[in-house]
T-cell receptor
């Protein structure tokens, strides 16, 4: 499984755009990139998943360069409620029997007023 | 469907006692995962099931830990002879066996061994 590296923490202010970058140099051809959000005392919650280029949903955007060795989660106009830990995961998104979620330590995003 | 449900939410037990946690996945999901999470760390994979078959177990899952998923529906995680090091949040997740689908997590069971 590809290992991921992301910053331990980030600080931002309300209304700003936040970009969290994740490195995954050993990503495999079949691997997808998935981001989860976790609030204290709750289970992680899916944010977005992508394979290449750009993916956007109602919550975030995910930018993946052509070499796929990194990815950037972009949160537009963050609010205090976006303070959470964000995890970048890399794994086989095809649903094959080897698929499992491997979490790192994540990035603690703190949004300040 | 209200999502993945875990019971109990909190459990305090004395060292040496056995505990059992239950997870009810989203009904159409045939994959079920158990994770353990300690303070400041990301969730650590313990085991996963596809239907009733336990397909993978982490080395973290010592012989004191056992998980079952009878009939491919709910799952239980039992810890025998609990130790203080077992204190953690135990998370359950379920996922459909389809490409590009996300896993849904429950709220977790927080275990405190005293």
């Amino acid at each position: 499984l590809a290992k991921t590296t992301q910053p331990i923490s980030m600080d931002s202010y309300e209304g700003q755009e936040v970009n969290i970058t994740c490195s995954h140099n050993n990503i495999a051809t079949n691997d997808y990139i998935t981001w989860y959000q976790q609030f204290p005392s709750q289970g992680p919650r899916f944010i977005i998943q992508g394979y290449k280029t750009k993916v956007t949903n109602e919550v975030a955007s995910l930018f993946i360069p052509a070499d796929r060795k990194s990815s950037t989660l972009s949160l537009p106009r963050v609010s205090l409620s976006d303070t959470a830990v964000y995890y970048c995961l890399v794994g086989d998104g095809r649903g094959g029997s080897n698929y499992k979620l491997t979490f790192g330590k994540g990035t603690l995003l703190t949004v300040n007023p | 469907d209200t999502g993945v449900s875990q019971d109990p939410r909190h459990k305090i037990t004395k060292r040496g006692q056995n505990v059992t946690f239950r997870c009810d996945p989203i009904s159409e999901h045939n994959r079920l995962y158990w994770y353990r999470q300690t303070l400041g760390q990301g969730p650590e994979f313990l085991t996963y099931f596809q239907n009733e078959a336990q397909l993978e177990k982490s080395r973290l899952l010592s012989d004191r830990f056992s998980a079952e998923r009878p009939k491919g529906s709910f799952s239980t995680l039992e810890i025998q002879r609990t130790e203080q090091g077992d204190s953690a949040m135990y998370l359950c997740a379920s996922k459909a066996y389809r490409e590009n689908t996300e896993a849904f997590f429950g709220q977790g069971t927080r275990l405190t061994v005293v």
